[in-house]
Nanobody, 119 residues
């Protein structure tokens, strides 16, 4: 079992910055990848930024150069630093972990954090 607890989010004006945090606890040895997703109203959940266990990072084209995936292994915490925010970044943001137990891949999700960007 892996637990993900998010914090951060809120309301910000366009051009501003926010940082989301996600504490990863439990059986973290099984985690093979970490990521941030987001879901806007009426839209499907989409990958925003992620990092695999070999430290390969991936970003959605819409956030490249503005968002950064960060991880503090000592604190078992991952972050999403969001700069130059745009109204179209408004969504609920979820942290995500892939956990492989040797036979099965299990997906874990945080509770979600609302990010609202006003124009």
């Amino acid at each position: 079992q892996v637990q993900l607890v998010e914090s951060g989010g809120g309301l910000v004006q366009a051009g501003g910055s926010l940082r989301l945090s996600c504490v990863v606890s439990g059986d973290t040895a099984c985690v093979s990848a970490l990521a941030w997703y987001r879901q806007a109203p009426g839209e499907e959940r989409e990958l925003v930024a992620g990092r695999t266990s070999d430290y390969t990072s991936k970003y959605a084209d819409s956030v490249k150069g503005r968002f950064t995936f960060l991880r503090d292994t000592a604190k078992n915490t991952m972050y999403l630093q969001m700069n130059s925010l745009k109204p179209e970044d408004t969504a609920v943001y979820y942290c995500h972990a892939d956990c492989y137990d040797g036979a099965t891949m299990i997906f874990y999700w945080g509770q979600g954090a609302q990010v609202t960007v006003s124009s």
